[in-house]
């Protein structure tokens, strides 16, 4: 039974397409986040919620908008897709922020073409 | 200079050896430490969780925390074909929800 499930895996699009990436938990964990891991394997903060509350936005462009209608799920959002946005997206969770251990989900390949 | 270094490798070892992975970090504030395993296209998967300075062990794994050095170790023993992957460190200080990861060291296990 997997714990952080993330749909679709790939994704192949054209540029300044509009397009969604959705994520969920089944670990009962109160705080979200989206990773994005580029070529070089860095993975780097984009957002935190908590309790479906954003906390951290972490001076991603405005055309990611990501949403959480409840504290299970958390959906990532992009407009207008650009070369540069080609990488692998990660969500994860936690229990309760960052004093505990965060759980990944298997990824998202975005490919902006 | 990145908050958290680490040597991207790749390290290649023999089955059998002793692997030792490292973390150096800038930040005096992190007090949970982790170590991730990532194989090819998969999502990085929790092997050890450290809260503040000392050792924690998990059958062959082992970490180790030493704040006032601010670095930290991850020991494989009897390394396996099988743990050829990416390792990432990551860490995390109170009250900012978010981890800070390493770049990841490249392992390979040669059978």
């Known amino acids: 039974d997997t714990a952080v499930s993330q749909t679709p895996k790939y994704l192949v699009t054209q540029m300044g397409n509009d397009k969604s990436i959705k994520c969920e938990q089944n670990l009962g964990h109160d705080t979200m986040y989206w990773y994005k891991q580029d070529s070089k394997k860095f993975l780097k903060i984009m957002f935190s919620y908590n309790n479906k509350e954003l906390i951290i936005n972490e001076t991603v462009p405005n055309r990611f908008s990501p949403k959480s209608p409840d504290k299970a799920h958390l959906n990532l959002h992009i407009n207008s897709l650009e070369l540069g946005d080609s990488a692998v997206y990660f969500c994860a969770s936690s229990l309760f922020g960052q004093d505990t251990e965060a759980f990944f989900g298997q990824g998202t390949r975005l490919t902006v073409v | 200079q990145k908050e958290v270094e680490q040597d991207p490798g790749p390290l290649s070892v023999p089955e059998g050896a002793i692997v030792s992975l490292n973390c150096t970090y800038s930040n005096s504030a992190f007090q949970y430490f982790m170590w991730y395993r990532q194989y090819s296209r998969k999502g990085p998967e929790l092997l050890m969780y450290t809260y503040s300075s000392g050792n924690k062990e998990d059958g062959r794994f082992t970490a180790q925390v030493d704040k006032s050095s601010k670095y930290i170790s991850l020991f494989i023993r009897d390394s396996q074909p099988s743990d050829s992957a990416t390792y990432l460190c990551?860490?995390?200080?109170?009250?900012?929800?978010?981890?800070?990861f390493g770049t990841g060291t490249r392992l390979k296990v040669l059978a």
């Open positions: 990551a860490m995390s200080a109170g009250g900012t929800y978010k981890y800070i």
